[in-house]
């Protein structure tokens, strides 16, 4: 029996990522000074984000398939898991994090209007994998953070202009390459969060500006290192409060 698997390893990438943003800022709460037993319900939530992520391979055969039952079934069985893993969570922060359904509902919108790979979609669904980082840090901390969300969603949905420039190669997707990463220095400043995150931005400035011949592996390779970078910038440039603190 072959089981169904994100075969998008970006996305996995990204997923991984902001996984990791969001127990690494967590951490720097130093949580553990409030007594918080935050070990077990971090990794249940992990776990349930990733079985959540796979369901989304069967959801859209499912959706091309009208309705086929094997990609039905397979849905159910990765949502209905994902879920039950994030009980832990959900009982603690499902208030704080109902308002994402709308970009749950609006993805499968898009996905069944035969939109997968449209720019909207795109920026969907990274906006989606993204909320592992502010999910992991309210498992770590008890907190929601807009701010965490904001910059790990700015910094990531740059490789959808990123692979949209590399496939177009036009005037166009060079500006708005630019115009993107100077947006996203922006965003950061009023954030109130380090713009030293955004050096690996200097690469799509570097690409923008100078269009070389280059095969969408070696990019996938270099959105891979630039989100390592990324993650190392995080962790030694973040600033957050400590929970007792605030």
Known sequence: MKIPVVKEWGSWAVFSSSCLAGLITGL?????????????????TISGLAFLINSKYPLASALRS????????????????????????LVEGIKTFQIFAV????????????????????????????????VVYFAVTGEMSWKLYLAVTAF??????KVRLRLRKTPLFRLVMILYCIVAAVIFYFLDVSVLLLLPFLENIMTAMRLREEKLSTTGKLELAKSILFIILIGLFWHQPQILGK
């Not at 039905?72 to 994030?86: E, I, K, Q, R």
């Open 156 to 161: 990531f949905s740059a490789g959808v202009f």
């Open 28 to 44: 720097k709460t130093k949580p553990w000074l409030t007594d918080r037993e935050f070990a077990a319900v971090t990794v249940l």
């Open 66 to 89: 009208k309705g086929k039952k094997e990609h039905v079934l397979w849905f159910l069985f990765f949502a209905l898991t994902g879920f039950a893993l994030l009980i832990p969570f």
């Open 103 to 134: 970009l749950i509902a609006s993805y499968i919108i898009l996905l069944s209007s035969g939109k997968e790979h449209h720019l909207a979609t795109e920026l969907n669904g990274f906006a989606l994998l993204t909320i592992s980082a502010p």
